[in-house]
């Protein structure tokens, strides 16, 4: 088991580089670059911005006054290149490139940031003054907090009551539960999310829970976990904070894995072992709980790495917004939308990573549930 998880480690090195190429290399393409950022920010506040790149002062390398008339050809193509340049100094366009690494060929930008990456360097932001991993890091919490709370109750609740689905097949409780759940899964989780903001949060009727952030700004000055979880009345105001997002977040996150467990007993149960343990003389409790559970379990964690990823950061997005939640997939987002390619590049890499290190667990795991498999042999 130990060289197959070695393998494993030595693979996420490839597997991360082909990520971080493939989407290098579709950024290439993306109009509207950080350069271009600048320009359009100049060109609709003049030259009030300015002295965020330039250095202070607010005035551009030589002034917007020369016109690409009066350039060299050099000079005229430059700005060219990018839009709304004309009438900018071409000086002022160099500097930006440089302060960006946009003077350096593309080939040499991804070489520098693998390097970079291979050290956990992240970079720094190119508009706001502070280091990616410090960005990462501040967010954090509140992805961890929408992502562990949803996917723990999910999980909680939808294998009991698929186990319980699989006992009563056909029954009346198999067929109203399964209507709830698929009810549930067809409700959108941002549009279930502004109908709680509506109802609780201030909208048309009750003022019962907060809008932001995901605790209050008493403790927002108590920067170290350890601290505030000695506090009780911290944790209550945590959860306060927590309570719609992650009800808006859990509410179609039950049909899929219920389903799939009620499925996976139904089939485990009508094996021949499960006839033999019966004939035996063992109880219903001990057949179910005691032999078909560890297989039956095999694909509901087969499927756990996804479903994390894609509760941890694809379905915070919405909800982040929503609720006024800064976190990781707002994060992401929001770097797109500004072309800020150190934090765009380096959400990817932990996004990226997480999920490998996670799919190495579900593995690990799976031996723990059934000690019968080995992955170190597979492929032998």
Same mark, same amino acid.
């Not at 048309?204 to 506090?231: C, H, M, T």
């Given at each position: 088991?130990?060289?197959?998880? +070695? %393998?494993? $480690?030595?693979?996420?090195?490839?597997?991360?580089?082909?990520?971080?190429?493939?989407?290098?290399?579709?950024?290439?393409?993306?109009?509207?670059?950080?350069?271009?950022?600048?320009?359009?920010?100049?060109?609709?506040? *003049?030259?009030?911005?300015?002295?965020?790149?330039?250095?202070?002062?607010?005035?551009?390398? *030589?002034?917007?006054?020369?016109?690409?008339?009066?350039?060299?050809?050099?000079?005229?193509?430059?700005?060219?290149?990018?839009?709304?340049?004309?009438?900018?100094?071409?000086?002022?366009?160099?500097?930006?490139?440089?302060? @960006?690494?946009?003077?350096?060929?593309?080939?040499?930008? /991804?070489?520098?940031?693998?390097?970079?990456?291979?050290?956990?360097?992240?970079?720094?932001?190119?508009?706001?003054?502070?280091?990616?991993?410090?960005?990462?890091?501040?967010?954090?919490?509140?992805?961890?907090?929408?992502?562990?709370?949803?996917? !723990?109750?999910?999980?909680?609740?939808?294998?009991?009551?698929?186990?319980?689905?699989?006992?009563?097949?056909?029954?009346?409780?198999?067929?109203?539960?399964?209507?709830?759940? &698929?009810?549930?899964?067809? &409700?959108?989780? /941002? +549009?279930?999310?502004?109908?709680?903001?509506?109802? /609780?949060?201030?909208?048309?009727?009750?003022?019962?829970?907060?809008? %932001?952030?995901?605790?209050?700004?008493?403790?927002?000055?108590?920067?170290?976990?350890?601290?505030?979880? +000695?506090?009780?009345?911290?944790?209550?105001?945590?959860?306060?904070?927590?309570?719609?997002?992650?009800?808006?977040?859990?509410?179609?996150?039950?049909?899929? #894995?219920?389903?799939?467990?009620?499925?996976?007993?139904?089939?485990?149960?009508?094996?021949?072992?499960?006839?033999?343990?019966?004939?035996?003389?063992?109880?219903?409790?001990?057949?179910?709980?005691?032999?078909?559970? %560890?297989?039956?379990? $095999?694909?509901?964690?087969?499927?756990?790495?996804?479903?994390?990823?894609?509760?941890?950061?694809?379905?915070?997005?919405?909800?982040?917004?929503? @609720?006024? !939640?800064?976190? #990781?997939?707002?994060?992401?987002?929001?770097?797109?939308?500004?072309?800020?390619?150190?934090? $765009?590049?380096?959400? $990817?890499?932990?996004?990226?990573? &997480?999920? #490998?290190? &996670?799919? +190495?667990?579900?593995?690990?795991?799976?031996?723990?549930?059934?000690?019968?498999?080995?992955?170190?042999?597979?492929?032998?």
């Amino acid at each position: 088991m130990g060289a197959y998880i +070695l %393998r494993r $480690l030595l693979l996420m090195i490839p597997t991360l580089f082909g990520i971080l190429a493939i989407n290098f290399a579709v950024i290439q393409f993306a109009p509207g670059g950080p350069v271009e950022q600048v320009i359009a920010e100049l060109s609709g506040q *003049g030259q009030s911005s300015t002295s965020r790149f330039t250095g202070g002062g607010g005035d551009m390398a *030589g002034g917007p006054a020369a016109m690409p008339g009066a350039m060299g050809g050099a000079e005229a193509a430059l700005t060219s290149k990018y839009r709304g340049a004309q009438g900018l100094d071409p000086e002022f366009i160099k500097d930006l490139e440089r302060q @960006f690494g946009f003077d350096k060929p593309a080939l040499e930008r /991804f070489w520098l940031m693998i390097k970079n990456y291979m050290t956990f360097n992240l970079g720094e932001s190119y508009f706001r003054s502070i280091s990616v991993t410090e960005l990462v890091l501040e967010k954090m919490p509140v992805s961890i907090s929408l992502g562990l709370w949803t996917t !723990l109750i999910v999980y909680l609740v939808s294998i009991p009551l698929g186990v319980r689905k699989a006992v009563k097949a056909g029954g009346r409780f198999d067929v109203w539960t399964s209507g709830v759940i &698929i009810a549930a899964y067809a &409700i959108p989780s /941002f +549009l279930f999310a502004v109908l709680l903001r509506v109802l /609780f949060a201030g909208g048309s009727y009750w003022n019962v829970f907060p809008l %932001r952030g995901i605790e209050s700004e008493q403790y927002a000055n108590q920067p170290f976990f350890w601290e505030k979880a +000695l506090d009780l009345a911290w944790w209550g105001d945590y959860f306060w904070h927590l309570t719609l997002p992650v009800t808006a977040m859990v509410i179609g996150g039950f049909a899929t #894995l219920t389903l799939l467990t009620k499925n996976s007993f139904l089939e485990e149960i009508s094996r021949q072992y499960v006839l033999t343990a019966r004939a035996k003389g063992l109880s219903e409790r001990k057949v179910l709980y005691g032999h078909v559970f %560890r297989n039956a379990m $095999l694909i509901v964690v087969a499927g756990f790495p996804a479903a994390f990823v894609g509760i941890f950061f694809t379905g915070s997005l919405l909800i982040e917004t929503i @609720f006024s !939640l800064d976190g #990781l997939g707002y994060l992401g987002y929001d770097a797109a939308i500004k072309r800020d390619y150190p934090v $765009l590049f380096g959400t $990817l890499f932990v996004f990226s990573l &997480i999920g #490998l290190v &996670i799919g +190495l667990l579900s593995d690990l795991v799976y031996t723990w549930i059934d000690p019968r498999i080995d992955f170190s042999k597979r492929g032998g």
